[in-house]
T-cell receptor
Framework: ELKVEQNPLFLSMQEGKNYTIYCNYS?????LYWYRQDPGKSLESLFV?????AVKQEGRLMASLDTKARLSTLHITAAVHDLSATYFC????????????FGKGTHLIIQP | DAGVTQSPTHLIKTRGQQVTLRCSPK?????VSWYQQALGQGPQFIFQ???????QRGNFPDRFSGHQFPNYSSELNVNALLLGDSALYLC????????????FGPGTRLLVL
């Protein structure tokens, strides 16, 4: 059974600081996804990582994937309040199956 | 170009009742997946439909069933509702030939009393 673990589950940080969210998964997977969710809202796609060593960046967020270690990271640079949200990583089990297995999410609060 | 739409936005039911939730995929998408998100948790995969057939199913009981129509829209039916079925139900659409991104709808928030 595919398991996805995120840490930390809760993170409070100050504006201007850098931090990293970690996502470990238990079995081989084709793809790793990062989503953002604001309170009471749906999921917004941030990144899709398709291969070992993949790195994608959008604004202050950068995601990377190490398939050998079964680890993805979401790095936040010089955080701003607008990045406050819950961040989820998700993995599909591959082999033609597309249902995603999500982590429990990282609840991120960025304080001025 | 409309994104994924879901109806209704909110719903209140009592235990034992049945509920039907609806989803229209993003234009050009042929695959619909349903997820259940309990409060404070990550979404859990219920099932996926493609070409009007259930293609994959997560660890949910038979009380959860679905359907996909020729226009690719989909319904999620839940019978014999339990208090634990209270959750946000998310629909995601994608193109089977391009598995890069699943686009999520706004969700239906179901409360079972």
């Amino acid at each position: 059974e595919l398991k996805v673990e995120q840490n930390p589950l809760f993170l409070s940080m100050q504006e201007g600081k850098n931090y990293t969210i970690y996502c470990n998964y238990s079995t081989t997977s084709d793809r790793l996804y990062w989503y953002r969710q604001d309170p009471g809202k749906s999921l917004e796609s941030l990144f899709v990582l398709l291969s070992n060593g993949a790195v994608k960046q959008e604004g202050r967020l950068m995601a990377s994937l190490d398939t050998k270690a079964r680890l993805s990271t979401l790095h936040i640079t010089a955080a701003v309040h607008d990045l406050s949200a819950t961040y989820f990583c998700a993995v599909d089990s591959g082999g033609g199956a597309d249902g995603l297995t999500f982590g429990k999410g990282t609840h991120l609060i960025i304080q001025p | 170009d409309a994104g994924v739409t879901q109806s209704p936005t909110h719903l209140i039911k009592t235990r034992g009742q049945q509920v039907t939730l609806r989803c229209s995929p993003k234009s050009g998408h042929d695959t619909v997946s349903w997820y259940q998100q309990a409060l404070g948790q990550g979404p859990q995969f219920i099932f996926q439909y493609y070409e009007e057939e259930e293609r994959q199913r997560g660890n949910f009981p038979d009380r959860f069933s679905g359907h996909q129509f020729p226009n690719y829209s989909s319904e999620l039916n839940v019978n014999a509702l339990l208090l634990g079925d209270s959750a946000l139900y998310l629909c995601a659409s994608s193109l089977l030939a391009d598995r890069e991104t699943q686009y999520f709808g706004p969700g239906t928030r179901l409360l079972v009393l």
